[in-house]
């Protein structure tokens, strides 16, 4: 029984009409991986929320449940902040362009996008106020006036930080989405 997957024997299927290597194109998906940041931050909040649920068990062992049920929704409020925060970033689909922050997401529609760009840019580190000097990819949409863009990705963000090659192939991947979007 050959492997076709293991060996170089398995036929060739033509060219697909996209570029986009996808079959689902109505399915939302993340254009690159979460950052080392993001997910060591993820990491250490889903560590903090294992104790606070060993305290919540200890505190309903001796007795106080009123006190466990409220520690045990501490740690399941860190446990789903935790998991937003993994959520965050961008997303695309045949549908548009998804913007995931962590108390409110925004969709663009493919249809009300007039480009997306890379731009050199102050932008914002880690998501903190401070801003340095960096490169941004950069939405302008159709409804909005002229010059007004909103940034979708940044070197700077928790998930491209020393990250060079990976923000740029984010920025490329989210390009063609919109360049494959406007062929349709």
Not at 163 to 168: E, Y
């Amino acid at each position: 029984m050959p492997l076709p997957f293991l060996t170089a024997d398995r036929s060739f299927e033509a060219a697909p009409d996209s570029a986009l290597p996808y079959d689902d194109r109505d399915r939302w998906r993340r254009p690159y991986r979460p950052g080392p940041w993001r997910v060591g931050a993820a990491a250490l909040g889903l560590l903090l929320a294992s104790f606070v649920l060993f305290a919540a068990v200890l505190i309903a062992l001796t007795g106080s449940l009123s006190s466990a049920s409220v520690v045990l929704g501490v740690a399941l409020a860190i446990i789903v902040g935790t998991l937003r925060m993994l959520r965050m970033g961008v997303w695309v689909s045949g549908r548009g362009v998804r913007r995931v922050h962590f108390l409110v997401t925004s969709t663009v529609p493919w249809q009300r996008v007039a480009s997306v760009r890379t731009a050199q840019q102050p932008v914002r580190w880690l998501g903190l106020p401070r801003t340095v000097q960096g490169q941004a990819l950069a939405l302008v949409r159709k409804d909005r006036p002229a010059g007004e863009t909103v940034p979708l990705l940044t070197t700077q963000g928790l998930d491209f930080v020393g990250r060079l090659s990976a923000f740029d192939r984010a920025a490329d991947a989210v390009e063609a989405w919109a360049a494959e979007s406007r062929r349709r």
